[in-house]
């Protein structure tokens, strides 16, 4: 079976392409401008804050870096080949989307690590003070995973 990437693929890959550029543009700025403990205070609760996670969701699983890169190399197959099942453009594009974010937060932890293979830390820098602060890739991830499953939901089949 051969893959049509020159329609059924070229927004889905796409779209992760930008969030994963998206994603690693911003954590190298974060990483250059607050360095040394800097905040900037934008509204209400939200601030920017750099923050490096060795763990997972919620810094939960600290220490567990290689396995958490494994685990999501596994999801990122997954959700590609549930991607490759759907005839709804819209679920193809979010996973995507998706699969950019997963794969952001997996070079982080590539390719910022000092600590072996798949030991770095993920930047993360969106502090709204009374949530743990994350970064624009754990965004995508979680709101393409609520549109994913809405989508389903909605049309009754099984897009996630």
């Known amino acids: 079976m051969q893959a049509d990437w020159s329609g059924r693929w070229t927004m889905p890959a796409l779209a992760g392409v930008v969030v994963l550029t998206l994603d690693q543009l911003t954590k190298r700025w974060a990483l250059d401008f607050l360095r040394d403990g800097r905040t900037v205070d934008l509204f209400w609760t939200l601030r920017l804050r750099l923050v490096e996670n060795t763990g997972a969701a919620f810094s939960q699983g600290e220490g567990l870096g290689p396995l958490i890169g494994l685990l999501v190399l596994g999801v990122v197959v997954v959700l590609a080949r549930i991607g490759a099942k759907t005839a709804d453009p819209l679920a193809r594009v979010t996973v995507g989307a998706v699969i950019g974010g997963a794969l952001g937060n997996l070079f982080d932890r590539a390719f910022r690590s000092d600590g072996g293979l798949l030991g770095g830390a993920v930047v993360d820098f969106i502090d709204l003070q009374w949530w ?29």
């Open 132 to 160: 743990p602060v994350f970064n624009l890739a754990d965004s995508v991830v979680v709101v393409g995973a609520v549109v994913i499953l809405w989508l389903g939901n909605q049309r009754g089949e099984h897009t996630a």
